[in-house]
Structures are given as C-alpha cells and as structure tokens.
C-alpha cells in the first residue's frame, strides 16, 4: 500500500496518529501565564482566578487557535466576577468545555491570539454531581456524560438515549441539543422520568449568568422549565454561560446492542414497500438503531439496540463502557491509509479507505465478541473516545413523521450514492469516512414532567406547531477527513438536496448544531442564504423569540461569537 520505509514514522500507525490525529486533539492545553504580562494585558481581573495561556483545537482540528487567554473559575460566584470583568473591559467570553465540535460557535479559525476572547474552562471546578430528588440529579455544566451517567447508574437511575462520546460535557451538549438514537419500540411504554428527545427536553431548570439590568451588572439566575426565557437557554448555541442544570431522569435499563454485517444497504435503506429488512422494520420492532455505512461500500454496520432487563443467552455481559476497541483506536491499515491520502493526496485510496473500515469492524465484532452484547445502558450507548479518527462531519435532522423515516432514508441514501458515483466518475472523492444514520423522537415538554414546561426555542428537535403529526427526527451525518477535495462541494449538494426535498412541506431538515452546514464550494458556516434564510425559517416564529431573548439576557453581546453575529445580526 506505501512505498515509505516501515521506520519512517510519517507512515506507521504510531506517526499518523502522533501528527494527524493527536496534534487535533481538543484537550485544553494550559500554559501558566506570567503574573507581570497577565497583569498588562488583562489588568483588574479577579485576583483568585487563575490564568493561563492555552491552545484551543475543535474536534477535527479545522478550527485550530493558540495563545488565547483561559481561566477555570472554581465555582458560579467566579465565574460571574469573570463576566463582569469581560463585560467593563470590552472583552468577550468563551465557554469551553471537551471542545467536542465541529462549529465555530466557540472560536472561529483564525482568530488570532491577542484577540480580546477569554476561554472559561467549565470542566476543572463546575463538575458537582447530586440527587436533588428521586429522578432528579444537580449537575455543574462541566462535568462529563460519563461522570454523569455513572454517577446515575449508581443510583440505578439512566437516560433513555446519549450521545456516543462520553468525554462530551453536559454544557456542551445542552447548548447544542446533544442526542441519540432511540424512539418507542413496538408496544413501549416510556417510562418515567424519560424522554426520546435530546437531552436539553430533560432539563428541569438551570442557573446562568445573565445580565442584570436593576445592578447594572451580570449575575447568576436560575430559571425554571416553565419559564418563558429559559426555552431560549435550553439550547443556546454557546450564546450564554450555564453554571449548573436540574435535569430529570428515570430508572436505567439494561440494554442489548446487537451489531450486523450482513444486510446489504440497498436492502436496508430500499424504498418504502419493498420486502426485506428495512431500517424502519428494525425501528418499529426494537425503537433504537444506528447505521454507519462506509463510504463506497455495500454492507452497513447496523446496530440495534433493545431494552432486556435479563441478559439473553448469546449476549456478552458488558460492564463498562467503549465495547468497540477496534473503533476506539485507530487499526494500522485505516491509519497508513489515512495517512497516505492526507500527505500524499491519495485521495483516490477512499474506496479501499471505506472497505478496510467495513472489514475492520466486521472482522474486530467477531474478535473481540461485541456483535451481541448486554448491560446497563451506559455500557452499550457510550462508545466512541477520543482516540478515535478524527474527521469533518455534516449534520441535519429531518423531522417527520413515524411513518415516513423509511422514505426519508431511502430518498437521502439514493441521491447520495448517485452523487457519489458520479463525482468518483470524474475521479473525485469527496467522502471517504461513512453516512451515519440515527432516529429519535422530538423535544415533547411534557416528557418533562413539569406543568407549563416549555420546548427548547432552538432545539433541532423542537416540535413544528404546524405539523402535529411530525413526531419522529431522522439524523443524517457524511464523514471524511479533514482537507478532502470537493468535500466542500458535495456536501453543499447534499445541504441544498435535503433544503429543497424536506422544504416543510411533507418533512422539514434542520441544521445539527454541532457540525457542518451553510456549505459553499470551498466552505462550511459561509452560505448567507442558508444562515440568513433557510435556518431560521425552520424555526418559525420560534427563532426570533430566542434571539430577542439572549439579546436581552447579554445585552452587551460578552457572549456572543462571529457566528452568533451572522445568525442573529
């Protein structure tokens, strides 16, 4: 496959993920700063805050910052004394968390280090952990999915549905309506305390920093679910600083997650009536599944997930989480493949790319006996870490309803295998991750259990007034390495494709917060008529609601980031 010597460290499995993946690892990396230029440069700030220099890295390493100034407030009350302290300085403040994204909501690239932006690492102090009642947990905005859904298995409490990663930070995942995959089985009954949305329709209230017209200064407010401001915080895009939330939750499940090889994806991604095992059989019988298709292949990684409180006879009991090492870190073959294209421009190795990660995986869930395994839900939903390979990512969700998630899938799967056909035709190869496929429910309040809760204004999975029967979000996602050529591109086909087919009419796409979208040909976050038009036109009268409210809780726009002036001018 190489032609480089077995020593040469740019091409071994060690060098590709020492340069191209390790140097975009989103860890902050701190460097204390000298009291005497701290001093000069970031005169008056609260002497019993720490501060440092730091690198900030997004997760794919596209947004890449270094030198900014950081802080780590020990507790709220710090964390309102740095505000206060941005806002009389003319500085803005940057919440960060794991730094697990793709979107420049936090930094942009390019910024450049003496810019007056002050990162506010969360995940140092604000990580407390507590039952405030039976199904209610306290949780500080920085603790980690992990920390927190162990913490709740311990108290035999669980969500229904989570995120893949685990080093994500409740913060973080809040702001941008963090999710699943997961909606009722067949006969399901939801259980209390859970919800099918994402994790922002389990908040019960939350404590932010916000501005305080009668002091004429930012403080701390807690604010209830009920609240009309605080559905504008639910998901605030990085536009606010949360300290702490009261989420509700429920009794954990025990949960099988059985992975397959063998479907071919013409089968399961096949129009709506046609026989054999579709996707949406699998949703109606079980209610959680994920598909992963590799690009330029014929046969998905398909898991399915179901809730067994016994463990059945052929599962492998699972006591913690991450049960797929041979995705968790990179396998030589993918790595010297990767690290071909990316330094040689190899681009044309996606096909073979794509079928060693499709031979990786069904050959590693035979190996290490993880195509059927068993045991509480935070053992088989958490199962990506950061040593994973490291790659750009779009994301939509269509919102539909039940009914329809096969036409959705089918319709999107086709124009994407045409379009990839075609640009390989030409000798392209803008893809050569995989299409993720995930399916949850909406944000409904009264999963809640709270009378008067109101939905998140900006949740992609916030409810359409308009279209009831909408009660069902398909998850579109398209994978390739960083620096792909025509990446940006296809995936502006793939943007104005799902634009125009799910318009509202019958379905309607909304953008995922946390990854690519507004595409041009050479950029993602760049198309003004899909910041200024299309985006918020999904959210109906909903979007100017939130933007009225987080202009009115930051006023003096401490929290507000380039993107933030594009989306909300």
């Not at 690492?121 to 407390?128: E, V």
């Not at 390989?424 to 399916?439: D, H, K, Q």
């Amino acid at each position: 496959m190489s032609n480089h010597q077995p020593g040469d460290p740019s091409w071994t499995r060690r060098g590709f993920l020492g340069t191209a993946a390790a140097a975009l690892l989103g860890a902050p990396v701190l460097v204390a700063a000298d009291p005497a230029v701290a001093a000069q440069q970031l005169p008056d700030f609260p002497p019993d805050v720490p501060l440092s220099r730091t690198a900030y890295r997004n997760w794919d390493g596209e947004i890449t910052v270094t030198g900014l100034w950081a802080c780590a407030p020990e507790d709220p009350a710090q964390a309102v004394d740095v505000v206060n302290w941005a806002y009389r300085h003319g500085w803005t403040v940057r919440p960060r968390g794991a730094s697990h994204g793709w979107s420049p909501l936090t930094v942009p690239e390019g910024l450049p280090a003496d810019a007056p932006v002050l990162l506010v690492d969360t995940a140092a102090h604000l990580t407390g952990l507590a039952l405030a009642a039976a199904d209610e947990v306290r949780a500080g905005a920085g603790v980690t999915l992990e920390v927190l859904l162990t913490y709740l298995e311990g108290h035999g409490l669980g969500v229904t549905a989570a995120p893949a990663p685990g080093d994500l930070t409740l913060g973080g995942a809040l702001a941008v309506d963090a999710h699943g995959t997961a909606v009722p089985a067949r006969g399901e009954q939801r259980l209390p305390g859970q919800t099918y949305g994402s994790l922002s329709n389990r908040v019960l209230s939350l404590t932010a920093v916000v501005w305080d017209a009668d002091s004429g200064a930012y403080a701390l407010r807690t604010y209830r679910r009920d609240e009309a401001d605080c559905a504008a915080l639910l998901t605030h895009l990085g536009r606010s600083l949360v300290t702490e939330v009261v989420l509700r939750v429920g009794a954990n499940s025990n949960l099988r997650c059985v992975s397959r090889t063998d479907i071919p994806a013409k089968e399961l991604f096949a129009a709506p009536g046609t026989d054999g095992r579709s996707l949406a059989g699998f949703l109606e019988a079980e209610g959680r599944v994920e598909a992963i298709w590799f690009a330029f292949t014929e046969f998905p990684w398909f898991k399915v997930w179901s809730v067994e409180p016994a463990k059945p006879l052929t599962s492998r009991r699972v006591t913690s989480p991450y049960p797929y090492p041979f995705s968790d870190n990179v396998p030589t073959p993918v790595a010297d493949l990767a690290g071909r294209m990316v330094s040689d421009a190899a681009w044309y190795l996606a096909p073979v790319l794509g079928n060693a990660q499709l031979d990786v995986a069904a050959l590693g869930l035979v190996a290490t006996l993880s195509a059927d395994i068993w045991g509480p839900s935070k053992n088989t939903l958490l199962y990506i870490r950061p040593t994973t390979l490291r790659v750009h990512a779009n994301g939509y969700a269509v919102l539909t309803g039940r009914d329809q998630v096969q036409r959705v899938v089918s319709e999107f799967t086709s124009f994407y295998r045409e379009r990839l056909t075609a640009y390989a035709a030409l000798g392209r190869f803008p893809v050569n991750g995989s299409v993720e496929i995930r399916v949850t429910g909406l944000d409904d309040p009264a999963e809640a259990g709270l009378t008067g809760a109101r939905a998140p204004s900006l949740s992609a999975l916030r409810p359409d007034p308009d279209h009831p029967e909408w009660d069902t979000a398909v998850w579109l996602d398209v994978l390739t390495l960083p620096g792909t050529p025509y990446a940006d591109a296809f995936y502006r086909e793939l943007e104005h494709f799902l634009l125009s087919a799910y318009d509202g009419t019958h379905a309607r796409t909304r953008v995922e917060w946390s990854k690519g979208w507004g595409y041009t040909d050479e950029a993602a976050w760049s198309d003004g008529e899909v910041l200024g038009t299309a985006v918020p036109e999904s959210f109906g009268g909903a979007w100017d609601e939130a933007a009225a409210v987080l202009e009115r809780l930051d006023p003096h726009r401490v929290f507000r980031a380039p993107l933030h002036g594009r989306l909300f001018p």
